[in-house]
């Protein structure tokens, strides 16, 4: 079964940086496309960024330009290194790797991101 653990997230001034970690159990995140989703308040779970097995990465139109996803194959983590962050980024962070079967019946707790002054 597969388990996904999210970490890293905290309160930030606008304009600054976070990285956030996600480690997992029971698949190699190199196999499969990894994302990074987030949910605010009140609203539906939004796909953030995805890196595909191949490397290639994908961003919502949000985020593109100040959001970096990116994998460390031989800890087994995907990493979302978040800069320039803006009160709208506030919200849980979650991962996930949407292509592996029964993955997304699977969430984690996530991490917090809150982004003010």
């Known amino acids: 079964q597969v388990q996904f653990v999210e970490s890293g997230g905290g309160l930030v001034q606008p304009g600054g940086s976070l990285r956030l970690s996600c480690a997992a159990s029971?698949?190699?995140?190199?196999?499969?496309?990894t994302a990074w989703y987030r949910q605010a308040p009140g609203k539906q779970r939004d796909l953030v960024a995805t890196l595909f097995s191949t490397g290639s990465t994908n961003y919502a139109e949000s985020v593109k330009g100040r959001f970096l996803i990116s994998r460390d194959n031989a800890k087994n983590t995907v990493y979302l290194q978040m800069n320039n962050l803006k009160p709208e980024d506030t919200a849980v962070y979650y991962c996930n790797a949407p292509f592996y079967p029964g993955a997304t019946a699977q969430w984690g707790q996530g991490t917090q991101v809150t982004v003010s002054s």
């Open positions: 029971g698949i190699i995140f190199s196999n499969y496309a």
